[in-house]
T-cell receptor
Framework: KQEVTQIPAALSVPEGENLVLNCSFTDSAIYNLQWFRQDPGKGLTSLLLIQSSQREQTSGRLNASLDKSSGRSTLYIAASQPGDSATYLCAGGLRIKAAGNKLTFGGGTRVLVKP | GAVVSQHPSRVICKSGTSVKIECRSLDFQATTMFWYRQFPKQSLMLMATSNEGSKATYEQGVEKDKFLINHASLTLSTLTVTSAHPEDSSFYIC??????????????FGEGSRLTVL
C-alpha cells in the first residue's frame, strides 16, 4: 500500500521567492508521480507527471524531481507570483492489473504568495 | 490534454433522496475511471475504481450499496449516492485514464461535484 505525505501543510512566501514543495512516499515501486494544483472549490489541474524511469520533469517555471530510492519528490516553482497561490497535491501511482494506475494523494500544501 | 467533464457541478438535495453524478471523458475512451471524495481542507480519498462493463472495485470502508457505480460505456461512469444523508455532503471528483496506445498512465480529473444534503 502506498502512503504519501506532504510537508509543510501550509506555506507563505513573498512574491518573487522560489517555492519548494516536498512529497514523500513509502512504496519505491511507484509507477509514476503526479503533481496537481487545486484552487478553492475547484477540481484538479495536472501540473507535471514523472514516470518511474524519469528523474525530473520541467514545464515553464515548474520543475519536479523524483528520487525513488529515498521515496521523495520535490516541486520547485521559480519566481513565485500571487497567482500561484493554491493547494498543491502530489499523488503516487501504483500499477494495478487491468486498471493501470491507482493514485494515492498526499494531504496537500496550501501555498500563499503575498504581493 | 484530455478532458473529463462532471455533471452536475453543484447539487443540493434533501435527506433520503438519491443523487446521480456523471463523469464523461470527452475526447478519449476510458476503460477505467476512479471516484474520489474530498472533505473540506482534506485531501482526496479514493472511493472506488470503475471498470467498463464490469463491477466496480470499492476501497475498504466504502459501502457499495450506498455509492452505486455504473460504467456502461467507454466514456461515461456514474456515481449514485443513495438515500443521501448530511454526512454524505462532500466534494466528489472523478478521474479517467486514456486507454489509447500512447497513454502514459496519467490520470485526468473532472472539475468535481459538490453535494450538499440538507
Amino acid at each position: 500500500k502506498q502512503e504519501v505525505t506532504q510537508i509543510p501543510a501550509a506555506l507563505s512566501v513573498p512574491e518573487g521567492e522560489n517555492l519548494v514543495l516536498n512529497c514523500s512516499f513509502t512504496d519505491s515501486a511507484i509507477y509514476n508521480l503526479q503533481w496537481f494544483r487545486q484552487d478553492p472549490g475547484k477540481g484538479l489541474t495536472s501540473l507535471l507527471l514523472i514516470q518511474s524511469s524519469q528523474r525530473e520533469q520541467t514545464s515553464g517555471r515548474l520543475n519536479a524531481s523524483l528520487d525513488k530510492s529515498s521515496g521523495r519528490s520535490t516541486l520547485y516553482i521559480a519566481a513565485s507570483q500571487p497567482g500561484d497561490s493554491a493547494t498543491y497535491l502530489c499523488a503516487g501511482g501504483l500499477r494495478i492489473k487491468a486498471a493501470g494506475n491507482k493514485l494515492t494523494f498526499g494531504g496537500g500544501t496550501r501555498v500563499l504568495v503575498k504581493p | 490534454g484530455a478532458v473529463v467533464s462532471q455533471h452536475p457541478s453543484r447539487v443540493i438535495c434533501k435527506s433520503g433522496t438519491s443523487v446521480k453524478i456523471e463523469c464523461r471523458s470527452l475526447d478519449f475512451q476510458a476503460t477505467t475511471m476512479f471516484w474520489y471524495r474530498q472533505f473540506p481542507k482534506q485531501s482526496l480519498m479514493l472511493m472506488a475504481t470503475s471498470n467498463e462493463g464490469s463491477k466496480a472495485t470499492y476501497e475498504q470502508g466504502v459501502e457499495k450499496d450506498k455509492f452505486l457505480i455504473n460504467h456502461a460505456s467507454l466514456t461515461l461512469s456514474t456515481l449514485t449516492v443513495t438515500s443521501a444523508h448530511p454526512e454524505d455532503s462532500s466534494f466528489y471528483i472523478c478521474s479517467a485514464k486514456d486507454r489509447g496506445p500512447t497513454n502514459t498512465g496519467e490520470l485526468f480529473f473532472g472539475e468535481g461535484s459538490r453535494l450538499t444534503v440538507l
